[in-house]
């Protein structure tokens, strides 16, 4: 029997199964997707806020400041990619001002560092393409960026080097209690726990109402981007938010860690949990809006529009806690700036296993530690010649838009979670990140899965069941007379 199962792969299951992974516990994540990140963890900025937004006295503001500060450890222990950019809220008028004033009020009240007002032309002495409108900005210095899913790989991938068990293409359809433990019924059979831990994102709610906890709803709010080429990334290295206006934080511009330049999102409820569709309308809403705060964006530069879905609760904040069935702890509603929060609510919910009385005892053999990616587009010739010269596979270069070896693929299928995916080996290693989106180098990395993993060319998927890039080989095709080909 496992001592906790936490239901949900995503940032903040994929965190807590990381700090629990320091303990002498057995512990598993089941995911019903085929890798951790797949859903809302997958599609959001990227922002690690400063911790001055989130309303003070709430737990979003409780969490936000506390896990901002641990990024710089968790970079340097798990080499997932965090840039300590800054960030501005930026003011068009002496109406916006007095907004600047009560976020820096707020964010004192909430603990977080590193905050100033200063005035447009300063801002602009930092931020060159920064619109001549803005009269006023609040300065953020311990704002930063990352990236959501790496941080996730690199969350899951430390866990399961220190013991956790992930196992996904896990559904869970009903959870039953019995006496001191929980009877999980999944896709896969059976899985028996003292504690379940639902972090199961935008199925929080339902996860929840198995065991008859149901006094919360999650209403999916959509939220669409637009993603420009990396020559762009002179617009701004700084996180751009405008004023808030209505309770909304509004489109930002900002760098991913990466380069690249986000605009976005908007924020509307939708009805389905699943639709992460875009719309035309839409991305013009927010190519004009994100204008406002630089001049300088060029929609010709655009490489992508995605779209992703917050786990908005009803009760307008995290609902971390365990609940009235002993032993079952809902950790739902994590919505910006749940990505910020993760680390921090992680050792929280750690602390409530406490309480539970659950036994922690600490693993002597816990390493904290994991070993970076060899990202030969950041060599110089003479590092990247001699590791050529030691392993060749990284002198192929498969993702030509983002200069991807073969050696890094390799590397990313052996780190100890199973890969059946091409978007998989994108979020590990940035191959089909690109301008050409993947068009070249997808069957590419499809050949290195199928290689290096046994799995067939046919069971290989895009992003998952129902996702078949081949169906069947072409020959067989034409062989029965060409009308499957």
């Given at each position: 029997?496992?001592?906790?199962?936490?239901?949900?792969?995503g940032?903040?299951?994929?965190?807590?199964?990381?700090?629990?992974?320091?303990?002498?516990?057995?512990?598993?994540?089941?995911?019903?997707n085929?890798?951790?990140?797949?859903?809302?963890?997958?599609?959001?900025?990227?922002?690690?806020?400063?911790?001055y937004?989130a309303?003070?006295?709430?737990?979003?503001?409780?969490?936000?400041?506390?896990?901002?500060?641990?990024y710089?450890?968790?970079?340097?222990e798990?080499?997932?990619?965090?840039?300590q950019?800054?960030?501005?809220v930026?003011?068009f008028?002496?109406?916006?001002?007095?907004?600047?004033?009560?976020?820096?009020?707020?964010?004192?009240?909430?603990?977080?560092?590193?905050?100033?007002?200063?005035?447009?032309?300063?801002?602009?002495e930092?931020?060159?393409?920064?619109?001549?409108?803005?009269?006023?900005?609040?300065?953020?210095?311990t704002?930063?960026?990352?990236?959501?899913?790496?941080?996730?790989?690199?969350?899951?991938?430390?866990?399961?080097?220190?013991?956790?068990?992930?196992?996904?293409?896990?559904e869970?359809?009903g959870?039953?209690?019995?006496?001191?433990?929980?009877?999980?019924?999944?896709?896969k059979?059976?899985?028996?726990?003292?504690?379940?831990?639902?972090?199961a994102?935008?199925?929080?709610?339902?996860?929840s109402?198995?065991?008859?906890?149901d006094?919360f709803?999650?209403?999916?709010?959509?939220?669409?981007?637009v993603?420009l080429?990396?020559?762009?990334?002179?617009?701004?290295?700084?996180?751009?938010?405008?004023?808030?206006?209505?309770?909304?934080?509004?489109?930002?511009v900002t760098?991913?860690?990466?380069?690249n330049?986000?605009?976005?999102?908007?924020?509307?409820?939708?009805?389905?949990?699943?639709?992460?569709?875009?719309?035309?309308?839409?991305?013009?809403?927010?190519?004009?809006?994100?204008?406002?705060?630089?001049?300088?964006?060029?929609t010709?530069?655009?490489?992508?529009?995605?779209?992703?879905?917050?786990?908005?609760?009803?009760?307008?904040?995290?609902?971390?806690?365990?609940?009235?069935?002993?032993?079952?702890?809902?950790?739902?509603?994590?919505?910006?700036?749940?990505?910020t929060?993760?680390?921090?609510?992680?050792?929280?919910?750690?602390?409530?296993?406490?309480?539970?009385?659950?036994?922690?005892?600490?693993?002597?053999?816990?390493d904290?530690?994991?070993?970076?990616?060899k990202?030969?587009?950041?060599?110089e010739?003479?590092?990247?010649?001699?590791?050529?010269?030691?392993?060749?596979?990284?002198?192929?270069?498969i993702?030509?838009?983002?200069?991807?070896?073969?050696?890094?693929?390799?590397?990313?299928?052996?780190?100890?979670?199973?890969?059946?995916?091409?978007?998989?080996?994108?979020?590990?290693?940035?191959?089909g990140?690109?301008?050409?989106?993947?068009?070249?180098?997808?069957?590419?990395?499809?050949?290195?899965?199928?290689?290096e993993?046994?799995?067939?060319?046919?069971?290989?998927?895009?992003?998952?069941?129902?996702?078949?890039?081949?169906?069947?080989?072409?020959?067989?095709?034409?062989?029965?007379?060409?009308?499957?080909?």
């Open positions: 029997m496992l001592d906790v199962c936490i239901v949900g792969g940032v903040i299951g994929t965190a807590i199964s990381r700090e629990l992974s320091r303990y002498q516990l057995k512990v598993r994540v089941v995911e019903r085929e890798d951790v990140a797949t859903e809302t963890t997958k599609a959001n900025s990227g922002i690690v806020h400063g911790g937004d309303a003070h006295g709430k737990l979003k503001g409780f969490f936000s400041a506390k896990g901002n500060a641990m710089p450890q968790l970079e340097e798990l080499h997932f990619g965090f840039r950019t800054g960030s501005f930026v003011a008028n002496e109406g916006q001002e007095p907004e600047l004033d009560r976020l820096l009020e707020n964010g004192i009240k909430n603990g977080a560092r590193g905050l100033e007002i200063i005035s447009g032309d300063r801002a602009r930092m931020e060159p393409h920064l619109s001549k409108s803005v009269t006023k900005a609040l300065y953020c210095s704002a930063g960026v990352t990236s959501p899913y790496e941080l996730s790989v690199a969350l899951a991938e430390n866990a399961a080097k220190n013991g956790v068990e992930y196992s996904f293409y896990t869970v359809n959870i039953e209690k019995v006496e001191d433990h929980f009877i999980l019924h999944t896709s059979g059976p899985v028996e726990a003292k504690v379940v831990i639902n972090a994102g935008l199925y929080a709610d339902r996860i109402a198995m065991i008859g906890e006094d709803t999650i209403n999916p709010r959509q939220g669409q981007y993603l080429d990396k020559d762009q990334a002179f617009m701004t290295d700084t996180v751009i938010f405008q004023a808030p206006e209505n309770g909304s934080k509004g489109v930002l760098p991913t860690v990466h380069h330049i986000l605009v976005g999102p908007n924020s509307d409820y939708i009805d389905e949990k699943n639709d992460v569709a875009t719309t035309s309308d839409v991305i013009a809403k927010i190519l004009k809006a994100g204008s406002k705060s630089i001049d300088a964006i060029n010709r530069k655009v490489i992508r529009s995605f779209s992703g879905n917050r786990a908005s609760s009803d009760r307008g904040d995290f609902i971390i806690g365990e609940t009235k069935v002993k032993g079952f702890v809902n950790v739902a509603g994590i919505e910006s700036p749940g990505l929060s993760a680390p921090a609510i992680a050792i929280h919910v750690a602390d409530i296993l406490k309480e539970m009385g659950l036994e922690l005892t600490a693993d002597p053999n816990f904290p530690t994991r070993k970076p990616y990202r030969i587009a950041d060599m010739a003479e590092e990247l010649n001699n590791l050529i010269a030691e392993e060749p596979a990284y002198g192929r270069v993702c030509r838009c983002e200069s991807i070896s073969e050696g890094e693929i390799v590397d990313a299928i052996h780190r100890g979670l199973p890969i059946t995916s091409v978007d998989a080996i994108k979020k590990r290693t940035r191959a990140m690109g301008r050409c989106q993947g068009g070249f180098c997808a069957p590419r990395v499809m050949e290195i899965i199928s290689r993993t046994g799995l067939s060319m046919e069971e290989i998927t895009k992003q998952g069941e129902g996702s078949y890039l081949l169906t069947k080989r072409s020959k067989d095709a034409l062989e029965k007379g060409g009308q499957d080909a």
